[in-house]
């Protein structure tokens, strides 16, 4: 099984439905990350926490909700989705000492038609 | 303003032959920076990390450099495979507390037989 898992890998819906994203890891990190990959424009941070009661808004947070229900699980909400959110979402998890090194999930791919 | 820019943003080479993608960056002061693969539908895995006291570090045929004077860092591949098809992103991070890793927008290889 993988460490960083992530549901559903891919999901259409239409506009103005409510999505959620969920990432769970089995590396015992404490730090969750949610980016959102598009062509051309790379991965930019949605949101981040670095333990269950911290939540951070990252670059890119308007559209978006979050949720670290536990140490190992940090969903990702689209209360009402819009078609410029069709993206690849990808879950990453970082250690304490944060080396810079983030450990990925395989992505999950939305379309908002 | 923390950047980071990649070259090419796109590589199409032979298999068997030799490549050098290029990173320059203006994150300062610069904590480390690191390469990761991404290979299509997957999510990032880190390849390599250089520190500001590295000059040159290899991972079988990849071989990354750092030169902190100029913010520049190159990962070379040697000997290129099929299986190097693939984004390369180079990410940086500042040594700050709670600076935030600066992602380039990577560059995309193919390798065809």
């Known amino acids: 099984d993988a460490d960083v898992t992530q549901t559903p890998r891919n999901r259409i819906t239409k506009t103005g439905k409510r999505i959620m994203l969920e990432c769970s890891q089995t590396k015992g990190h404490d730090r969750m990350y949610w980016y959102r990959q598009d062509p051309g424009l790379g991965l930019r941070l949605i949101y981040y926490?670095?333990?269950?009661?911290?939540?951070n808004k990252g670059e890119i947070s308007d559209g978006y909700s979050v949720s670290r229900q536990a140490q190992a699980k940090f969903s990702l909400s689209l209360e009402s989705a819009i078609p410029n959110q069709t993206a690849l979402y990808f879950c990453a998890t970082s250690d304490v000492r944060f080396t810079g090194e983030l450990f990925f999930g395989e992505g999950s791919r939305l379309t908002v038609l | 303003k923390n950047q980071v820019e990649q070259s090419p943003q796109s590589l199409i080479i032979l298999e068997g032959k030799n490549c050098t993608l290029q990173?320059?960056?203006?994150?300062?002061?610069?904590?480390?920076l690191r390469w990761y693969k991404q290979d299509t539908g997957r999510g990032p895995v880190s390849l390599t990390i250089m520190t500001f006291s590295e000059n040159t570090k290899s991972n079988g045929r990849y071989t990354a450099t750092l030169d902190a004077d100029t913010k520049q860092s190159s990962l070379h591949i040697t000997a290129s495979q099929l299986s190097d098809s693939a984004s390369y992103i180079c990410v940086v991070r500042g040594n700050q507390a709670g600076t935030a890793l600066i992602f380039g927008k990577g560059t995309t290889l193919s390798v065809s037989s």
């Open positions: 926490s670095f333990d269950v009661k911290d939540i």
């Open positions: 990173c320059n960056y203006t994150v300062s002061p610069f904590s480390n």
